[in-house]
C-alpha cells in the first residue's frame, strides 16, 4: 500500500538537520544568544534608535513633500524621487542588517570577526540614521 503524503500548503517544515541545528544552537540556549554578542549596549542602542527613527518618519509625514529626494546615487530627476514614507527604507535596510549579523556572529568562533560584524551593523545603523535626519532637515517645512 502507498503511504498518502500530505501536501503542505504554504507552510514551511524545516529539516531534520535544521531543526537538530536550531535546538542544539538556540533553541536551549536564547540567553547565550544574547550574552554573546559583542557591544551589546551598543547594538541595543542603534535597534533603538533605528526604531525611533521610524517611528518620527511616520509621524512627520504631514510636514514632508509628498514626493522626497532618496537615491542620490541615481541620474537627477524623477529617479531619484521617491513618497515621503520610503524615508523608513534606510533604517529598516541597517535592522535586517543588524538581525543578519547577530545571527552570524553567534555561530562564528572568531571573536575578531564577531566583533567586525557588530561594528559593521552599528555603523550601518549610525550611517542610516544621519540619512535619514539630513534628507528631512533638507526638505522639511517645520
Request: proline fraction near 5%.
Amino acid at each position: 500500500m502507498k503511504k498518502k503524503q500530505k501536501k503542505s500548503q504554504g507552510a514551511y517544515f524545516p529539516s531534520k538537520s535544521v531543526k537538530k541545528l536550531w535546538d542544539e544552537k538556540i533553541g536551549k540556549n536564547k540567553e547565550i544568544l544574547v550574552e554573546n554578542i559583542p557591544f551589546k549596549d551598543f547594538v541595543g542602542l542603534a535597534f533603538l534608535i533605528n526604531i525611533i527613527v521610524i517611528a518620527l518618519v511616520v509621524l512627520i509625514q504631514r510636514f514632508l513633500p509628498p514626493r522626497i529626494p532618496l537615491f542620490y546615487g541615481l541620474p537627477e530627476g524623477e529617479e531619484q524621487l521617491v513618497s515621503s514614507l520610503s524615508l523608513i527604507i534606510p533604517s529598516l535596510a541597517s535592522l535586517i542588517i543588524m538581525i543578519m549579523n547577530i545571527i552570524l556572529s553567534y555561530f562564528l568562533k572568531n571573536e575578531f570577526l564577531k566583533k567586525f560584524l557588530i561594528i559593521t551593523a552599528i555603523g550601518a545603523g549610525l550611517f542610516s540614521t544621519i540619512t535619514t535626519i539630513k534628507i528631512v532637515s533638507l526638505v522639511g517645512s517645520f
